[in-house]
């Protein structure tokens, strides 16, 4: 397979294609390769003069958009039109020389459109395949909107909630692992936290899926594509978790309540008469967070899991604080941590008030510092 | 056209669009329209909650890329196959908010790929169109690889000459304009001189081909688009004519020489043993900048000329200085200067050796202050 | 006072200028003044060509610097000589122009010599002076080396204890308040803690002396100075107290014991043996904290009290936030919170291994805004 | 001398420590040492705990102001009173190790304070002092008020012309020198030109005193120190000559008249009615730059010789690359060149509208890159 081979553009499945690196949470399906969250990416180094990826997206509502890398820079970013195409990579290259490609997804798996998905099926080109190395670490970054990048990308007027402002290569998560030489993965969902979502509804929580491959994700195509199926978590452990949710759970103190149709029973986190957070609602949230932080810790056994909050304000800190607190104490497990991110000003805000890519670049900056401080102490 | 009706696509030649603006010299032509220049687009204003955009593209050898811009930002950039294809611009959105759409000519025109061309057709929206304003100034820009945005894009180690390295939005000129408020325009040629291209090729100069729309365009197909007409300079005066060029003549002095392979004559600017430029060769080079500054005025009366030099080093600068005294004199025409730009450094450089976005940033930021300088005394 | 003659140099002692503005604690008295904490200054408005000022400086070991502003920029830093001297703060100056002037004690209250203080006497000027404005808000802010600004000036190499190294001007204190448009104080000593000094004494605590003038002056001299005089709270309160203690209290638990040789009892943070820290003392860090913040309130009882941490490490973030917790839950004032500070990096770091300059610039920027969220807030 | 005791302080004259590096223009006398020039500076190592300097300053109008140096870090800034005192450097120091310490003299030579003067006595210090290295390059700068580092401190708003406002240490000479790791001088005076200063004295020209020791001051007590002395170039040869002069020459265009009180001779720099230079006087000014050129060569026959200019304005440059050319042309001299710095813009500006710290920087970050150029290519 590696092999080269520069006179004449042949088609590979991707199945066939052993030194092929996969990024983000998948069912290990190559027939074709299914990405589900955004970051997610497969990964190839290539010596060729021409590359082609063969892509199919779907979609009822939210088209995929994504990045291509070449060596490590970005130089295309496009939305994926519905359909199986083939999109050139490159072409008109030194066919002698190795070049790194990563193809990754830029936006978040949408559990609002049953009809989203994004796949992989052959490449094409006429050249082979090498190996693609490993980083020195592995990161996990499980959160809400601001890790799905929502708002990266765009003017600071938009307020159309679309895939094109979301951007999971401008986005802490990526910078982050770069900084610190990591493989990462992001499971994250805009609106959601970890009790409910910031509309109250309580289905809208990352725990209760975070054990599935990508268990928010709705309809009988994703279930067939393996979405609910349960996530290997041995096949990739992280040296580090990070959770960078909380922020949905304050505005749901703040929204109206939220109704189940089905049930009728109606879903309210409460604020007092004096503005401050109602104690037995908080105490729901903490709850929440201190057994999120236990299954965390069932799945991934040797990660430091650090919970981080703050780019779009800290008023749960406290309450995260305490929670975390809650599980230390309860278990001993000291491997835990808390850190705040930098807050999100009027220079640094990007499109529909969420953190812009100078946001992006702050809290990467902070927290691969303080990540580092975490791996170099193991 | 304008009026505002959201149910279904519809489709409009662009030639039926009363309010498009056009960036780019163009034969006028709508149906199709052919962009020719790095930095060439079409902007409109739609309100709307989705538009796509109908492309031609073809090449033999350098495919076409463009950027798109929502709002001013760039949202997606990417190679257009071969053929006409349908690209959808943005969808989903309020379709009562006025959008600002700009597609941009990411690479320059290809003198040497006669088959290379860029078209639009049509555009198909639920929305109508509103009036684009023109800016308070307009600038020509006219230069080489630099002016091209060679190399913006791309890892520093890229040594392929392809298409994927230029830039037309991440460049000087753009950021320029945008700094001064000018509409601009592009005119420039990778490799290619005021005398001669890098390479000895006495064709390879800019002033023969400034007067048509895209002179330096070749095969039957380009000249059938009207690529050697002779440019309308009356339907658009430019405030302020930056010339940016001399570092391939310089680069002549140090490359072979060149043979006309249908004359058998042979083309060289000579460097003397000591390593300086040979006089007669350097007094060409320089006759050639006083004549091109004596073509720019004849086509743009009132403009202020500015020669500016430098990004790649400085070598030739005494030259120039030379050349547009030399026309100064003669002529008694002191709305022409010159200026020096910031050299590249290992910090600011981009791939291929040529500057990079930071080398276009400080070059933009000194530019500008400089023209503002002028459009303010004038 | 405020008539302008600029005829001759007139010695006016500072206590019959009506028009003074003093920074930091003082006794009140004016005959002469006498500045303790860093950050403290003497501002006045003078209408002159040419301004002096008497200085009076003693110590045994470590000397007074002083910088001095004109209109709000550093002009002159100095070193003062013991004795008696007028130092000039300007000459040849427009007699009819207005100048801000501000000279600015640069180095912390020295606990560790008695014979050390600092005294302002009298003016000698050709003008009259006139008053100085109140900022909008006001901050007292409470902390340990990294507040008095301990290696902002110097080498990253420099490992001497001395004063040199010291700023009051060059302080993320100076710059969080000029960003907030703030006057402000600062009570700090290096060394110093909650609940004990770094190396366990406990004497080295912050809350004992707080309610004095500047209580950890020692020394005969000083305490003729007024300097153990209960403090009148009364007559500044602050809109935000920042504390930013527990560097030091986290160094106690890493330093060997303390033996108070009077009594022969021995003090110490421990350890436990898997480098985690020992409960009982840890508990006994959480209670200073706790009681800190009450006496905090009872001096500043409408305060926003904000406890920062993290410019040299985090591990005792989780303290401090339960230690606040039960402040708030056992008082039911919630006008206390816990932000973080940033961490100081290889590239922030300044003098003896403390913060730098770019270090005190970045928290000032984070905390700036964290404050300007409460004070808008309320 | 260079044996190390630390027990007591002992006083030692300059001219008899045989390892003290001094940096500027100076007549080699040592009992006193007199510093003429803004960036003079006396430099040594020493092993101590302590070290004061003995100084001496008189002035009529302008008095001095020095800037202390530890390690290479600004650490003190006065004024200096009439008077010999002495300066404490540092004191409380680890006695054994080495420190690196720079007086510098912060504020130009005064033309126009024949009263003005500082010198250098004696040293008191508890050690002994160790040999100051070369730096590997050498740089001689020569200039007007920017290169005087007017501006550089203070406040926008500031008018006066005092010594306060400039800086030696703050100064694209220093930083440039720093860049390129070279001992410099310089030669500069505010208001002075190649060929008149701003008001049309030809005696404000900087050729007329470029060979003498500090040729431009004036009375008795300067002459006496050996300022009109021959400098003695064979002493120190620089690598590169950057004159920054024609801001002055410009200004005298556009400035009135001025009259020789004593011949009654009357001086102007005229402009045409149309606004440009007058043909007759613009020639006057190339001859002056011309000419200077040649001294400048006669003086330092291996420097690369760099006109630079811009930071305030470009109107001269054309006849500034003309009367360079003149030169190289009629003398076959081609180490000879000129070099375009940054305009200084609202951003960067400083005190008395003259460029500020972030002027200085840019140009020294600009400038350096060339300078690096013409030493690694020669």
Redesign the interface.
């Known amino acids: 397979m590696s092999s080269v081979s520069h006179r004449q553009l042949q088609v590979q499945p991707l199945a066939e294609i052993g030194q092929l690196k996969i990024h983000g949470r998948t069912t290990g399906e190559l027939a074709p390769l299914t990405l589900f969250w955004t970051g997610s990416a497969v990964e190839l180094n290539v010596r060729a003069s021409e590359l082609w990826m063969e892509a199919e997206s779907g979609y009822d ?3 995929s ?1 994504i990045s291509i890398l ?4 970005p ?5 994926l ?1 519905a359909g199986r195409h083939w999109i ?1 990579v ?5 066919p002698e ?1 190795v070049k790194n490609i990563r193809l990754v997804k830029e936006v978040q798996a949408m559990s609002g459109d049953p009809g989203c998905y994004l796949q992989f099926h052959a490449v094409r080109t006429d050249g082979g395949f090498l190996p693609v190395e490993d980083k020195p670490y592995r990161i996990e970054f499980v959160g809400d909107s601001i890790t799905s990048g929502e708002g990266v ?3 600071k ?4 909630w ?3 402002w979301f951007s999971g290569v401008h986005n802490y998560t990526a910078m982050t692992a770069e900084a610190v030489q990591a493989d990462y993965r992001v499971v994250s969902q805009s609106g959601w936290g970890v009790l409910s979502s910031w509309d109250n509804n309580p289905q809208g929580n990352i725990p209760d899926i975070y054990e599935q491959v990508c268990g928010l994700l709705t309809g009988h195509h994703n279930e067939a594509l393996g979405a609910h199926q349960k996530n290997d978590f041995g096949s990739w452990q992280p040296d580090v978790v990070v959770v960078n949710l909380g922020t949905n759970d304050d505005g749901a103190f703040h929204s109206p309540e939220w109704q189940d149709e089905t049930t009728g029973q109606r879903y309210k986190q409460r604020l007092k008469e004096d503005g ?1 957070y109602h104690e037995e609602d908080l105490a729901a949230f903490e709850s929440a967070v201190t057994k999120f932080v236990g299954k965390l810790r069932t799945c991934n056994p040797d990660a430091h899991i650090v919970w981080v909050y ?1 780019m779009l304000g ?1 008023s749960l ?2 309450a995260i ?2 929670a ?2 809650t599980y ?1 104490k309860s278990t001993g497990d ?1 491997n835990v ?4 991110l ?2 999100t ?1 009027s220079e640094t805000i990007g499109a529909r008030t969420h953190p812009g890519l100078l946001a992006h670049q702050q809290t990467a900056q ?1 927290l691969s ?2 990540i580092r401080g975490l791996l170099s102490g193991s």
Request: aromatic content about 10%; hydrophobic content about 35%.
């Open positions: 509502h939210h088209e958009w070449i060596n490590n820079v130089v295309s970013r496009q939305m039109n050139c490159f072409r008109g290259m030194n020389r990308i765009g003017a007027a938009e307020e159309d679309i895939p094109a401050s703050g800290l800190m406290p604080y305490r975390v607190d230390i000291r941590s808390v850190f705040q930098p807050d000003t902070e510092g303080y």
